[in-house]
C-alpha cells in the first residue's frame, strides 16, 4: 500500500464550495485529517469506514501542534495508504499546507494539492465585492495580522498606505490596531466590511468604516473567525447582498 497524502481546501465555510476535485479525494480517502474551520458536513464524502480525526487549528485557540499533525500524517499514511488532510479555505493561504507537503516528502510520500476557494477572495465575492475594480482599485492585498507568537503583522503599515483593497485574515484580535494604522494615514472615512463566518448559516456581515470599525465590531460581537476588508470596494452601495446589523442603524 503506496503512502499517499493529499492537501484538499475546504472552501471558505460553505460545504458546497469544495471544489468537485476534492470530493474525488475525499470519495477515495481512508483517513481524514480535518480542520475547524472545515466543514464537517465535507465529511460524508469519505467512506464510511475511513477514519475522520479532528486536529482543530483555529487562531487564538488551543490546536493541535503543528509537529503532531505531521506525525500523524506520516503514521497514518504509513498504516492505511490514503490520507486527505482537509483545510479550511485554501491549503496555501496561510493554512501551512506547504509545511505539511515538505514534511510529507521527506519520508517519501505521494502528494497532491487540491486547490480551494480562499475566504480572502470567496466571502468577498459572495457580497458581491470586487477587490479589483476599474478606476477604484488596481490592485489587493490579503494579509494575516496575527505572526508567530502573537505578534502583529507591521506590514500592515504598509498596507495602510496604499490605495489598493485590503483583506485581513485572522485579524479580529487586532482589529483596534488595525484600526488605528488605518486613521494614521488619515483614513477614518474609508469603507470597511467585516464578515464572521462567511457563506455559513452564522454568517454576520457589517458595513462600516475606519472610523467607527472598534465601536461596531463591539455592538455586533464581531469574533474569530472573521475577514476584514478595507477599501472603497466596501462601500455599502457597492454590496449587492448585506446583512442590515446595528451598525447601518448608527
Same mark, same amino acid.
Given at each position: ?8 481546501? =475546504? ?15 475525499? %470519495? ?9 474551520? !472545515? ?10 469506514? =475511513? ?11 488551543? #490546536? ?12 497514518? !499514511? #504509513? ?5 486527505? /488532510? ?10 501551512? @499546507?506547504?509545511? +505539511?507537503?515538505?514534511?510529507?516528502? /521527506?519520508?517519501?510520500? +505521494?502528494?497532491?494539492?487540491?486547490? @480551494? ?27 494575516? !495580522?496575527?505572526?508567530?507568537? %502573537?505578534?502583529?503583522? +507591521? ?24 484600526? +488605528? ?7 477614518? %472615512? ?11 448559516? %452564522? ?20 469574533? =474569530? ?8 470596494? =466596501? ?16
Amino acid at each position: 500500500m503506496k503512502p499517499k497524502l493529499t492537501l484538499v481546501g =475546504a472552501g471558505p465555510g460553505d460545504p458546497d464550495l469544495i471544489t468537485l476535485k476534492g470530493i474525488k479525494a475525499l %470519495n477515495e480517502a481512508k483517513v481524514v485529517l480535518y480542520d475547524a474551520l !472545515a466543514n464537517e458536513a465535507l465529511l460524508s464524502h469519505a467512506p464510511q469506514d =475511513a477514519l475522520k480525526i479532528f486536529v482543530g487549528k483555529r487562531g487564538g485557540q488551543r #490546536s493541535v501542534p503543528q509537529e503532531r499533525i505531521n506525525q500523524l500524517i506520516l503514521s497514518y !499514511a #504509513s498504516v492505511f495508504g490514503n490520507v486527505v /488532510r482537509l483545510k479550511g479555505g485554501d491549503p496555501f493561504i496561510f493554512g501551512r @499546507g506547504k509545511e +505539511e507537503l515538505d514534511f510529507a516528502k /521527506r519520508f517519501g510520500i +505521494e502528494i497532491e494539492v487540491v486547490p @480551494g476557494i480562499s475566504s480572502a477572495t470567496g466571502l468577498t465575492a459572495t457580497q458581491g465585492i470586487s477587490l479589483t475594480e476599474r478606476g477604484i482599485a488596481d490592485g489587493f492585498w490579503v494579509l494575516t !495580522a496575527s505572526l508567530r507568537d %502573537n505578534k502583529f503583522n +507591521e506590514d500592515l503599515r504598509i498596507a495602510a498606505r496604499s490605495n489598493s483593497t485590503v483583506v485581513v485574515l485572522m485579524g479580529v484580535r487586532f482589529i483596534s490596531r488595525i484600526a +488605528e494604522e488605518f486613521r494614521n494615514e488619515g483614513k477614518d %472615512n474609508l469603507p470597511v466590511l467585516v464578515i464572521q463566518e462567511g457563506s455559513t448559516a %452564522n454568517e454576520k456581515v457589517i458595513s462600516t468604516t475606519v472610523g467607527r470599525l472598534i465601536a461596531d465590531a463591539q455592538i455586533n460581537k464581531i469574533k =474569530a473567525p472573521a475577514v476584514i476588508v478595507l477599501g472603497e470596494v =466596501a462601500r455599502h452601495e457597492n454590496l449587492t447582498k448585506f446583512q442590515p446589523l446595528l451598525a447601518a442603524l448608527n
